[in-house]
């Protein structure tokens, strides 16, 4: 087992840094999308591309709460010594999101249409967004089962390796893009394809260290076990809400921004988006990469090593958080312009935009973090109740609240005053908490 090298400060950053550079490149996935579709077809087509967005961060959220719960469980028998047991985890964990993403295809192949209305999809967006769903579920399996790899080959203790891949199959996108989008004028279709195609390469390339000689994680011989599943599930469920957290506010948003501003400016909160984006996958990644260093330790009772792997955690999300807020000050008409070039007031709608999502990456970070400390500890409850809150729960009270007050200059408010409800919440859990065996 690599989990444990030279200090524990060098395997928190070991671990967290590509963690979060791989958050960063599945993040980068999508944005390269809306970057070459805006560019190379239209802002509709960008608003179409968001509208679907959802089902996509679906897809990354089902591989993660199979993964991470998998992944949790596989730490702590890997600290107890039984390889055995952990082997048995990781090829139920296969097989079952194997099934699930086949599922999945089958649904919305079926359901395209009802789909797309249900996502927010208008007369002039439906056709667009059924093409970049169906294109994207066609290739379900390698979305779920490449993130889900992802996380298993950081438990199994390369990280580095996981950032390679990801960052590698990031780069065959954007090239793909540019084929299929800039050069073959192949539209929403061929950014989709883009994506999924490259999916498929990084499963091929996470397949080569799975199949190898140095992993602790071989695909072997089971009997199914319910009780594993279930184990897994409730573990990971927080986790895979957080990811999904992203596609419900995308979701939400993009009702009320119908509601207030119009189907056009849906674009411009796409812009936004995808800078939030990265602002809660980097938090997420710094949650991902200590989960299996916390979970490990726990295992092997070792209580003071995670508490200051939290402590370090905490201190690294407040330092992203501050960057992230100046970035979008700073930046937000370079940002606005780089995808919109022929109109201004979506130009100044998006600028306005970015100064009000701006506060809402002060409190993010210790959200998900504790969140995520509370899912590597099995406090399944605490970390759904914090996933629940900041990714459906108070953005929706968020929104309704703020858009009866001040119409639609309360939508770009909503993030802030959502986190900050979170927060309260999360400090409350946390206090509550404390005086466990776990916490203590």
Known sequence: MQLE?????????????????????????????????ARGVSAMALSAVNIAMPFVTLLFSVALCFSVGSSTIIAIFLGEGDKDKA?????QNILCSTVISLIITAVVIWKSEAIALFLGAGPETIGDVRTYLVTIAS???????????EVMIKTDGYPMKATIIVTSGCIINCILDFLFVIVWKKGVFGAAFATGFSQFIVV????THFCGKKTNMKLVKFRFDAGLLVRTVKIGLASGITEFSAGIVIFLFNHFILIWLGE??????????????????????????????????????????YHTLLRYALCA????????FGACWLLAEPLATM??????????????????????????????????????????????????????????????????????????????????????MTMLLYFRNRNSRHIR
């Open 5 to 37: 090298g030279k200090s524990l400060r060098s395997d928190f950053f070991r671990f967290i840094i590509p963690s979060m550079v791989a958050q960063w490149v599945f993040a980068l996935y999508t944005m390269i999308d809306g970057l070459f579709v």
């Open 87 to 91: 082997q048995q985890v990781f090829t």
């Open 139 to 149: 290739f379900s399996f390698a979305f779920i089962i490449s993130y889900s790899l």
């Open 204 to 207: 091929l390339l996470y397949l």
């Open 264 to 305: 056009a400016y849906i674009a411009s909160y796409t812009i936004v988006s995808y800078i939030s984006t990265i602002g809660v996958m980097s938090m997420a990644g710094i949650a991902q990469g200590i989960q299996p260093l916390v979970s490990y330790y726990f295992g092997k009772q070792e209580h003071e090593k």
């Open 317 to 324: 999300g407040g330092v992203l958080s501050v960057i992230l």
């Open 339 to 424: 995808f919109i070039t022929d109109n201004s007031m979506l130009i100044e709608e998006t600028i306005r935009a970015f100064h009000g999502f701006s506060w809402s990456f002060l409190l993010c970070g210790f959200n998900i973090i504790i969140g995520g400390y509370f899912t590597s500890l099995e406090f399944p409850k605490s970390a759904m109740a914090v996933s629940l809150g900041r990714g459906l729960v108070f953005v929706a009270l968020s929104l309704q609240v703020l858009t009866m007050i001040f119409e639609k200059n309360g939508i770009w408010w909503s993030a802030f005053l959502s986190e900050f409800l979170c927060f309260a």
